[in-house]
């Protein structure tokens, strides 16, 4: 039997560090007998050395589409939807997060390119056990990230009401323990402008992965528990808007969306008076689906310009939304680390993904989404 081939692309997303396939799992794949093709890349966590150590092949950044048919391509991010090969066909079967599953803006056209290529989308996602849980997530991470940029721009607002937060640059911050401590630097320069308290800050969808690394954030930046609001399905399940958010100083939604809601907080509640609310982050950041849970904003913003601001009428303070698409960026290696070990065990059965469950229901999922393309004559393009 021919052996499997695995082709690690280099993520085009700027400031996109992190990787599905770190080298220790790359060494497990390859001691199973699989080939690793990785791209070099600069901005990857992780070195290229890192990789050649382990045994895999270094191969030239951006080569990947002209990988021999039968390689699987693995990625994080979806491809750039506007680069000169936006369009093409996709021939090779591809491991990411494809974010065209849910209605997002212009799906049909990314989907179709697999569609009309013969290759097949995996999507990370969409990779569960038989109960439906998925099997690897960066929710934790995303959760602490947002969290933490949360709280930057809190206290950014408290210490320089005239501007938005600057730029938080991921290589600023080499491990988690280094992100604690900027937190709590710059609360200390912003309790004391709150009368020296600290934020009141409601965190939505508190229970899962993504809300428990949102709380243990704040708890590891000296929040103290009390000043904690921690939401889940219950409290959440009687439908928004809530007046709970609007009586917060920072509000972090960490829900994972699947169906149509009630929002949880809208222009009209926030402009009612009273408002202490300052700062939003949106960790589940979606804006682009319909049933998004938080309208307050239509684009992303990014680690150059990590706050949006939302225009609202009332007496309350200027209101800031985050919106990073990409958040667990922010501790890229430990990300990566926790998140390679979560695919490992699905990833060693790539060889028989024909018959492994995972990635049948993977490739199930996807034929379904692909029988809902228009036809080809109405399909918008990619980009």
């Not at 569609?115 to 690897?136: C, K, N, Q």
């Not at 934790?140 to 969290?147: K, L």
């Not at 969306?257 to 907080?265: A, W």
């Amino acid at each position: 039997m021919a052996k499997t081939t695995l082709h690690l692309r280099s993520e085009t997303k700027y400031m996109e560090r992190r990787t599905p396939l770190t080298p220790t799992a790359t060494k497990a794949l390859i001691d199973l007998g699989y080939i690793i093709n990785v791209e070099k890349s600069t901005g990857r966590v992780f070195r290229d050395e890192e990789y050649k150590a382990v045994g895999a092949n270094l191969v030239p950044e951006g080569s990947w589409p002209r990988a021999p048919k039968d390689h699987i391509i693995v990625g994080l991010k979806e491809l750039p939807r506007d680069d000169v090969l936006s369009q093409a066909p996709l021939i090779h079967d591809h491991i990411q997060f494809g974010h065209c599953y849910k209605g997002q803006e212009n799906w049909d056209g990314y989907l179709s390119r697999f569609a009309r290529g013969g290759g097949v989308l995996y999507d990370i996602e969409f990779l569960t056990d038989p109960s439906g849980r998925r099997v690897a997530a960066f929710g934790y991470f995303a959760g602490f990230a947002g969290a933490a940029i949360a709280l930057f721009a809190w206290a950014h607002q408290l210490t320089n009401s005239k501007t938005l937060l600057p730029s938080v640059i991921p290589s600023d911050y080499p491990s988690q323990s280094d992100l604690e401590k900027a937190i709590k630097d710059a609360l200390s320069y912003a309790i004391p402008l709150n009368a020296s308290q600290p934020p009141c800050v409601m965190i939505t969808g508190a229970l899962g992965r993504c809300g428990t690394g949102a709380v243990d954030c704040c708890l590891a930046a000296g929040v103290p528990a009390s000043s904690i609001l921690k939401w889940d399905m219950a409290e959440t399940a009687p439908g928004g808007p809530f007046s709970e958010i609007a009586a917060s100083d920072i509000f972090i939604n960490c829900i994972y969306l699947s169906q149509q809601i009630p929002p949880f907080v809208t222009t009209e509640s926030l402009s009612k008076p009273g408002r202490k609310l300052r700062v939003v982050s949106d960790v589940s950041c979606d804006p682009s689906d319909p049933n998004n849970p938080i309208p307050l904003y239509h684009g992303y913003s990014t680690f150059v310009k990590p706050t949006l601001p939302i225009e609202v009428s009332g007496d309350g303070p200027d209101l800031t939304i985050a919106s990073i698409d990409h958040l667990p960026s922010l501790l890229a290696r430990e990300a990566s680390e926790h998140f390679s070990g979560l695919l490992l065990p699905s990833l060693k059965a790539l060889n028989r993904r024909d018959q492994e469950g995972i990635w049948v229901r993977a490739e199930k999922v996807f034929r379904e989404k692909v029988n809902e393309l228009p036809k080809v004559d109405e399909l918008p393009k990619a980009n």
